[in-house]
């Protein structure tokens, strides 16, 4: 699947970058029988509508043309979300500073996730201050990190 995430990406990346906004990720997945492509935008300022409904409408015939896919699926376009996943270093170098929720393989300190603010990222190391503390994670250990809404 992921060969045709890649091809995908490539499609819409420059697509998306002409309307002014960002290409966040791009997930093929079957779900409950049926196929689904979502492709998750962003730009400064929040997602809305119109701008799903541009970047659907200008990649819609693109697929078609190209037909990286070649079964039947849904096409999805949405906003990243406010509590999206962080997967490259860019990412992480985007929301220094923000609150993160990082999930483990196996728990640590006897909890599966720990929550705080983004310190660093440097490869695969996720570094958070949480109570007053700084805690580095390593690759190895983090399953998951995602941007926390403050509350």
Request: a negative charge; proline letters at 5%.
């Amino acid at each position: 699947m992921s060969k045709i995430t890649d091809k995908v990406t490539q499609l819409s990346e420059p697509v998306i970058s002409q309307l002014g906004l960002i290409l966040w990720d791009v997930q093929f997945v079957k779900e409950a029988g049926g196929h689904y492509l979502r492709i998750y935008i962003d730009k400064p300022g929040g997602v809305g509508i119109s701008d799903c409904e541009a970047v659907s409408r200008a990649l819609d015939p693109l697929l078609d043309e190209h037909d990286p896919i070649p079964m039947s699926y849904t096409f999805e376009v949405s906003s990243a979300g406010a509590e999206r996943e962080l997967k490259c270093p860019s990412d992480f170098e985007m929301f220094i500073g923000e609150l993160v929720e990082v999930k483990f393989y196996q728990p640590i300190n006897g909890s599966k996730t720990a929550v705080g603010n983004l310190v660093a990222y440097e490869d695969g190391a996720v570094t958070i201050e949480q109570n007053g503390e700084t805690r580095k994670y390593e690759k190895s250990q983090v399953a998951q990190t995602r941007l926390r809404m403050k509350i």
